[in-house]
């Protein structure tokens, strides 16, 4: 066996310490990339090019800052509280249900391709957050920040969950063709995309059922954790009054 | 002999990945302004020269490729990148003022516009999805409506303006007034909109030290070539493990099916290709859920949705993730094995 070399590793060694230590994650990546480049001996020069040429050639990552012009201006004339009292005008809507239905059609739809269909800035943040927060507070009253953030969190989570385990079911998904591009240049005959997709779909039932068993249980966690803040603001208000 | 002629067929486009970016270019520009306008701004000049040198990148780039040539904007974007995350790193880059008008406000607001506000929010999905469907081949004499390698791209970029027409008309919110209140939303994101483009970076730049082929021999420093339970178990949580590291499973992916996979499960056991490979990817979105580097997914929405933790949407997700995984581990033992 050829001599193990590590120092390549480095840059890898630097990312988890940087984020462990909660330096700025920009700064982190930035110092391991040039750490790396230093290990394995490529001029300043070069690396400094590298680095222009990637993150130029990824600019389309930054498309998310298109949507977000539209989203404010509806913020500003009270989307996220027409959302909100409109969950509240639908009796029997729990915050449970509305993740539910959503993570069952995200997934659904990722699964046909429809993969622009939602998306955290254009979907959780103006409408799925505040009907799950609206939803909640309908049921429990004005909701305290902890739990405000609980309810958020869970929404975010339910668009990721939903359409990673969905999307590649879809065969023309970028994933799958990577798959099977992959399979080919390593002399792997005889396997389709369709074959790939297919072996999706069981995880995607499972994190369907596993992430739909989790939602059911968050009613009674917000439940619980209400009860809990109202015991002890009770107590706080009774002890100022003693 | 003649020599060889090249035809080039090139198609124009109106929507072109160009011009998109010039488009992204001339929005931070515009915020650029904006900050430097907003007197009770903490950090005023910093935060503005943090956005003005990303903005730089999309207006200026092509243009600077096209005559400066590539090595050079290479470098003066290379340049920018560091100075980027020094700024951020150094703290030098915060919240301004906003206007924001009272939850009161707000509630009349909505009162007053009613239901007909969702419609806006609503058609930038919508749009995008049957733009892409039907309008992707659209051209008159090939010049061509979307570009043809971003059709996506282009039909969100067209959702967002018709969206912005339709939100003007319902709200009498102009075009600017939305670019102006979009401030709010970018500075709570802040430096996690621009950490994606880091990371493809860093990906870069690993490539080139050929970190994968490193991992690859030290992962095969704990094989036992005849365990095939270990071997799954080492290949799933090898995928979650390193997606977790690069931030993407399209990064690990390559490194761990062609060091543990193709060579210990595939030639070694006669693994059936397709399961593993779509099951192993799903092991990698596993990580992807785990990870702060997958920013645009787990921080990103955390800045978006004002959470106190920058961390939360990552605890919420982490027992659906671990709990795939393993289911991800049994399934992949349980079916890729014909024998």
């Known amino acids: ?242 | 002999m003649s020599a060889p002629i090249t035809v080039t067929v090139e198609t124009h486009s109106i929507l072109s990945i160009n011009n998109i970016y010039l488009l992204i270019g001339f929005v931070v520009m515009f915020l650029v302004v904006k900050t430097l306008q907003d007197k009770g701004h903490p950090k005023r000049l910093t935060t503005a020269l943090f956005w003005f040198l990303f903005g730089s990148v999309f207006l200026f780039g092509d243009l600077s490729i096209e005559l400066l040539g590539e090595s050079l904007t290479y470098q003066w974007v290379g340049i920018s990148v560091l100075c980027i995350a020094l700024l951020a790193g150094l703290g030098k880059v915060s919240m301004g003022s906003y206007d924001v008008p009272s939850e009161q406000e707000l509630n009349s607001r909505a009162q007053r516009i009613g239901n007909h506000l969702f419609i806006p929010a609503v058609m930038i999905p919508v749009v995008t999805v049957v733009c892409t469907l039907l309008l992707s081949d659209i051209n008159i004499a090939n010049i061509y409506l979307f570009d043809q390698k971003h059709v996506t791209l282009a039909a969100l970029t067209l959702a967002c303006g018709v969206a912005l027409l339709a939100g003007w008309k319902l709200t009498s919110g102009s075009p600017l007034l939305a670019l102006g209140e979009s401030r709010r939303l970018v500075d709570s994101i802040g430096w996690a909109a621009i950490l994606p483009q880091m990371l493809a970076m860093l990906g870069g730049v690993f490539i080139v030290a050929q970190t994968g082929t490193a991992i690859q021999d030290l992962v095969t420093l704990f094989i036992s070539p005849d365990n095939r339970f270990m071997l799954v178990v080492l290949y799933c949580t090898g995928m979650a493990l390193f997606t977790m590291i690069m931030g993407n499973a399209f990064a690990a992916f390559p490194v761990m099916t062609a060091g543990i996979a193709v060579p210990f499960l595939i030639q070694g056991h006669g693994a059936s290709p397709a399961p593993l490979v779509a099951i192993g990817m799903y092991s990698g979105y596993c990580g992807t859920l785990m990870t702060p580097m997958a920013a645009n997914f787990n921080i990103v929405p955390a800045a978006l949705l004002d959470l106190k933790d920058k961390y939360q949407v990552i605890k919420v997700q982490i027992p659906t993730a671990l709990t795939l995984l393993a289911i991800n581990i049994l399934l992949m033992y349980g079916v890729i094995f014909n024998d």
């Open chain 1, 1 to 242: 066996m050829s001599e193990l070399n590590l120092l390549p590793l480095l840059g890898i060694v630097i990312v988890v310490f940087g984020f462990a230590l909660r330096f700025n994650p920009l700064l982190v990546v930035c110092v391991a990339g040039l750490a790396t480049g230093w290990a394995v001996n490529i001029d300043f020069i070069s690396l400094l090019e590298t680095f222009g040429e990637k993150f130029m050639n990824s600019r389309q990552l930054a498309s998310f800052l298109l949507i977000l012009p539209v989203i404010a201006l509806l913020e500003r004339y009270g989307l996220q509280q027409r959302a909100k009292s409109w969950v509240a005008s639908i009796k029997s809507v729990t915050t449970s249900r509305i993740l539910s239905v959503y993570f069952i059609v995200r997934e659904c739809s990722a699964a046909l391709g429809l993969l622009s269909l939602a998306g955290q800035p254009q979907t959780v943040r103006p409408l799925l957050a505040p009907m799950a927060l609206g939803a909640a507070a309908n049921m429990h009253g004005t909701l305290p920040k902890h739990i405000q953030d609980l309810i958020s969190a869970h929404a975010a989570a339910c668009d990721n969950i939903a359409v990673f385990f969905g999307e590649d079911i879809f065969i023309a998904f970028g994933a799958v063709l990577l798959m099977d591009a992959f399979l080919k240049e390593n002399g792997i005959a005889g396997i389709e995309p369709l074959h790939i997709g297919l072996w999706a779909i069981p995880t995607a039932i499972a994190a369907l059922i596993v992430h739909l068993f989790r939602l059911a249980r968050l009613e009674a966690k917000i439940h619980h954790l209400m009860n809990e803040f109202n015991h002890c603001s009770t107590v706080e208000m009774s002890e100022e009054l003693s």
